[in-house]
């Protein structure tokens, strides 16, 4: 991820649910549960090759800020932007990493 606040790496797991895997759940891949208490804000939908979810990410200074992040999937890819609660906007990409290679 890269924005005014400088760039960011973390892996992601997607899993998807619902009747049409519609449902989509966004977590950093091996981050303790640190729910807020307006963890039923989260938000997650995969619409095809398009996918919205919302999550707290930290900022430079230690702040957790929501963050609504955009992308579209292609091939073994993802391209997107990203907008957090105080406006800041920037863009991510996210790449596949096959199961082989997971630890």
Do not use: C, Q
Not at 26 to 39: L, P, Y
Not at 46 to 74: C, H, N, Q, W
Request: glycine share 10%.
């Amino acid at each position: 991820m890269k924005s005014p606040h400088g760039r960011l790496s973390e892996v992601f797991e997607f899993s998807y649910s619902g009747p049409n895997a519609e449902w989509l759940d966004a977590a950093i891949e091996g981050a303790t549960d640190e729910k807020d208490d307006d963890s039923d804000d989260d938000y997650g939908h995969k619409d095809g090759d398009f996918l919205i979810f919302t999550m707290k990410l930290a900022e430079p200074d230690g702040k957790r800020l929501k963050t609504y992040l955009v992308g579209k999937m292609s091939g073994n890819k993802i391209f997107g932007t990203l907008v957090d609660e105080s406006g800041i906007h920037g863009t991510w990409t996210a790449t596949r990493i096959p199961d082989s290679e997971k630890k």
